[in-house]
């Protein structure tokens, strides 16, 4: 990556920052409901969020923590991520798709590892992983949906079929790649100072965290496509987004004169 790429990423993140700051039209259209008082409450508590993942990042770098170090400030730059990604596309985001991210990321980092949440509550991962794949089962129906409405001409029973297929291969490789994450990490930093076990109990942790993967992609998928049903509005939006991502694409491929 060359500092002309880190300067394009931190200048989308600015200027998508900047617009749900401002509460830009375009921003308030990808928005779930009409009721601007959620609206006004999700954004807030978003950018609050936001800030609070960098609360254990300046926490760990004064004990010096490796391993916490690093996870902390890589959490903390996912977290920036769906603005990042809106500034860069133009794609609209969800702000409840935000406030899932932000919240997910903000139990893990600051609640599960900084204040100890996963060593002081026996079931507080296994909630995370459910709502882990909740969370990607809502964040990746709108993309997958709107990607469907632009660039297929297929049926109604063949998108909802490309939906539920795609979203749930989505999640498990998510989920496959975040334990394969936590298996390597136990490798390098097993025997640091103060570093807690991902893969307690090896087998049995990773194939539940899975099984709580799927069960949490289908309950998000079922509440879209319910919401999905009794709603023009979010039609529109998600062929809105697919429209975007489309041009967005295509200015991409486009050959450089």
């Known amino acids: 990556m060359t500092p ?21 039209p375009t921003i308030n259209k990808s928005i779930l409901t009409s009721s601007v008082r959620i609206y006004k409450f999700l954004k807030w508590t978003n950018i609050v969020c936001s800030f609070l993942l960098f609360v254990p990042v300046f926490a760990s770098i004064g004990d010096f923590n490796l391993p916490h170090i690093i996870g902390y400030f890589v959490i903390a730059f996912l977290g920036y991520s769906t603005w990042i990604f ?15 991210t932000l919240l997910h990321l903000v139990l893990h980092s600051f609640f599960g590892v900084w204040l100890e949440f996963y060593n002081n509550f026996a079931r507080f991962d296994d909630f995370l992983h459910i709502f882990g794949g909740f969370w990607g ?16 001409n297929l049926p109604p029973r063949a998108i909802k079929w490309k939906v539920w297929l795609s979203g749930i291969a989505i999640v498990n490789m998510a989920g496959v790649f975040w334990e394969i994450a936590e298996f390597v990490s136990d490798k390098i930093f097993g025997g ?9 109990n090896s087998l049995n942790d990773t194939m539940t965290d899975l099984i709580y993967n799927n069960i949490g992609a289908t309950i998000g998928i079922l509440l879209f496509w319910s919401y999905l049903r009794k709603s023009a509005d979010i039609n529109a939006f998600m062929g809105n987004m697919g429209k975007k991502l489309d041009e967005f694409f295509r200015k991409e491929s486009a050959p450089v004169q």
């Open 4 to 24: 002309k790429n880190v300067i394009e990423i931190l200048g989308a993140y600015a200027r998508s920052f900047g617009e749900t700051l401002i509460d830009r």
């Open 137 to 152: 089962g809502c964040l990746l129906f709108p993309f997958i949906f709107g990607s469907a409405i632009a660039w297929s």
């Open 86 to 100: 809106q500034g860069i596309t133009g794609v609209p985001v969800f702000e409840e798709t935000r406030f899932l």
């Open 192 to 200: 640091y100072p103060g570093y807690r076990m991902a893969q307690e």
